[in-house]
């Protein structure tokens, strides 16, 4: 058999936890020392708590903070309470603004008001101004970082400007073109800097249309919608004054299109994306017996119905042999059609104006797939049961079944996002209970009244 080739991120870990399991701590500490910041976050996560706190205090605390950016909410929270509020302060007060903003909330009252002190007026402003928007909008994911021109100078005096600041932000293909005011105006790309001649002005060459700006109020996932469409690498925030007030940099929506990803698998279960791996035993059992809980409730909801039918599986025990094949295909059938939409919802792409044109094209999906299926299924039916009321009784439940799936599958995303409620973390349990409740009713009602 060939040997799986492992990932450098395999191999590290599987030599940190060597060493650790060994009681090796200076060793492991040796191991994640030249380490890039996100590599240290990603083996962080990988182990137990318990390794987290002996190798944390041996990074190097200029790295810290980049580290605390890059982990979730709660391994983040056990560094934190690992550091004193000195450490904790040294540790992130040169993070860029955006990134301090993240981790400002999960820090306690005494190392907050500690990091102020360190931050001169101006960056505390920014930190303000940042801290005063949604953490989930444009003005929360922003960063106040940007370099802005007025636009009655000339290309030759940008360039002087731009030598005499020695470094630019990460991230800048465009500088921003603003009024005495601070009103937005458009942008200058960096590329016409090195292209068009000296003696430009600034104002001929500003670009408009290229670079429209993003209302801090706007949602984060329409912002990545936004990013994806121009094919930006930044982009200015302005507020409902058109005051420039920050930019978006393409690896703050990378982030955001992960942690999109990672909800929408976490949350079809009841879980929380921020959830640490190894998080303590009854933390997580605490957590998940909740969505238990819930899911025992439509459990039961679909026991009550069949119950109704008590007389009618005593009289055919093969009923009860066929019923989970009913609900096991509308539930995959209404699965498949609930997550095109809710996928189609957070890129924008499905929206009320169009859901009744999806909704017509899911169930005539449904209705083909029913049919076919409901023959193949009808032929199995009687070739094991020899009964052909019975085939025709569990073919007619599937198509039954299949169209109201994913009618269901389709009108729940939308009606969960227009209730504030996601559709991600709801929609699977709704559709569950809708699709076995009709599944058994179809089933066991149709073969009360044939059989």
């Given at each position: 058999?060939?040997?799986?080739?492992?990932?450098?991120?395999e191999?590290?870990?599987?030599?940190?936890?060597?060493?650790?399991?060994?009681?090796?701590?200076?060793?492991?500490?040796?191991?994640?020392?030249?380490?890039?910041?996100?590599?240290?976050?990603?083996?962080?996560?990988?182990?137990?708590?318990?390794?987290?706190?002996?190798?944390?205090?041996?990074?190097?605390i200029?790295?810290?903070?980049?580290?605390?950016?890059?982990?979730?909410?709660d391994?983040?929270?056990?560094?934190?309470?690992?550091?004193?509020?000195?450490?904790?302060?040294?540790?992130?007060?040169?993070?860029?603004?955006?990134?301090?903003?993240?981790?400002?909330p999960?820090?306690?009252?005494s190392?907050?008001?500690?990091?102020?002190?360190?931050?001169?007026?101006?960056?505390?402003?920014?930190?303000?101004?940042?801290?005063?928007?949604?953490?989930?909008?444009?003005?929360?994911?922003?960063?106040?970082?940007?370099?802005?021109?007025?636009?009655?100078?000339?290309?030759?005096?940008?360039?002087?400007?731009?030598?005499?600041?020695?470094?630019?932000?990460?991230?800048?293909?465009?500088?921003?073109?603003?009024?005495?005011?601070?009103?937005?105006?458009?942008?200058?790309?960096?590329?016409?800097?090195?292209?068009?001649?000296?003696?430009?002005?600034?104002?001929?060459?500003?670009?408009?249309?290229?670079s429209?700006?993003?209302n801090a109020?706007?949602?984060?996932?329409?912002?990545?919608?936004?990013?994806?469409?121009?094919?930006?690498?930044?982009?200015?925030?302005?507020?409902?004054?058109?005051?420039?007030?920050?930019?978006?940099?393409?690896?703050?929506?990378?982030?955001?299109?992960?942690?999109?990803?990672?909800?929408?698998?976490?949350?079809?279960?009841?879980?929380?994306?921020?959830?640490?791996?190894?998080?303590?035993i009854?933390?997580?059992?605490?957590?998940?017996?909740?969505?238990?809980?819930?899911?025992?409730?439509?459990?039961?909801?679909?026991?009550?119905?069949?119950?109704?039918?008590?007389?009618?599986?005593?009289?055919?025990?093969?009923?009860?042999?066929?019923?989970?094949v009913?609900?096991?295909?509308?539930?995959?059938?209404?699965?498949?059609?609930?997550?095109?939409?809710?996928?189609?919802?957070?890129?924008?792409?499905?929206?009320?104006?169009?859901?009744?044109?999806?909704?017509?094209?899911?169930?005539?999906?449904?209705?083909?797939?029913?049919?076919?299926?409901?023959i193949?299924?009808?032929?199995?039916?009687?070739?094991?049961?020899?009964?052909?009321?019975?085939?025709?009784?569990?073919?007619?439940?599937?198509?039954?079944?299949?169209?109201?799936a994913?009618?269901?599958?389709?009108?729940?995303?939308?009606?969960?996002?227009?209730?504030k409620i996601?559709?991600?973390l709801?929609?699977?349990?709704?559709?569950?209970?809708?699709?076995?409740?009709?599944?058994?009713?179809?089933?066991?009602?149709?073969?009360?009244?044939?059989?």
């Open positions: 058999m060939a040997e799986v080739e492992l990932t450098n991120f191999v590290s870990l599987q030599n940190l936890m060597i060493s650790l399991e060994a009681s090796n701590h200076d060793e492991a500490k040796y191991q994640i020392k030249e380490l890039h910041p996100g590599e240290i976050a990603r083996l962080l996560e990988a182990i137990q708590p318990k390794d987290r706190a002996v190798i944390w205090p041996g990074i190097e200029s790295i810290q903070g980049e580290v605390l950016k890059e982990v979730n909410e391994v983040q929270s056990q560094l934190i309470g690992e550091m004193l509020v000195d450490d904790l302060v040294k540790a992130t007060e040169k993070l860029d603004t955006d990134d301090l903003a993240d981790i400002v999960n820090l306690p009252e190392a907050v008001h500690s990091l102020l002190l360190t931050l001169d007026f101006k960056h505390r402003e920014r930190l303000n101004k940042i801290l005063s928007y949604p953490e989930d909008s444009a003005g929360g994911l922003m960063n106040t970082d940007f370099i802005t021109v007025r636009p009655d100078v000339t290309i030759r005096a940008v360039i002087r400007y731009l030598r005499l600041l020695k470094e630019m932000p990460v991230d800048t293909d465009q500088i921003f073109v603003v009024d005495r005011d601070f009103n937005y105006l458009g942008s200058l790309l960096i590329t016409t800097l090195l292209t068009e001649g000296p003696e430009q002005m600034v104002d001929s060459l500003t670009n408009n249309e290229a429209k700006p993003i109020d706007t949602d984060e996932s329409e912002v990545a919608i936004l990013f994806e469409q121009r094919n930006l690498i930044s982009a200015p925030v302005i507020d409902e004054n058109n005051q420039l007030v920050g930019r978006i940099t393409i690896d703050d929506v990378v982030d955001v299109i992960r942690d999109q990803a990672e909800h929408s698998v976490m949350s079809m279960v009841g879980l929380d994306e921020d959830e640490d791996v190894f998080a303590p009854f933390q997580s059992s605490k957590r998940r017996s909740v969505w238990l809980g819930v899911n025992l409730i439509t459990a039961f909801i679909a026991v009550y119905f069949i119950g109704l039918f008590e007389a009618t599986l005593q009289q055919k025990i093969a009923l009860a042999i066929l019923m989970p009913v609900a096991s295909m509308g539930g995959i059938a209404g699965t498949q059609t609930l997550i095109i939409v809710t996928r189609g919802i957070a890129t924008g792409r499905v929206t009320s104006a169009n859901i009744k044109t999806l909704i017509n094209k899911e169930v005539a999906v449904s209705g083909l797939n029913g049919i076919i299926w409901s193949v299924i009808g032929l199995i039916t009687y070739y094991w049961f020899s009964d052909l009321l019975l085939s025709l009784v569990i073919a007619l439940a599937i198509i039954t079944n299949l169209l109201v994913a009618f269901s599958g389709a009108f729940l995303p939308l009606a969960l996002t227009k209730l996601d559709p991600a709801a929609g699977g349990v709704i559709l569950t209970t809708i699709t076995d409740v009709i599944g058994f009713v179809a089933f066991l009602g149709l073969a009360a009244l044939f059989i």
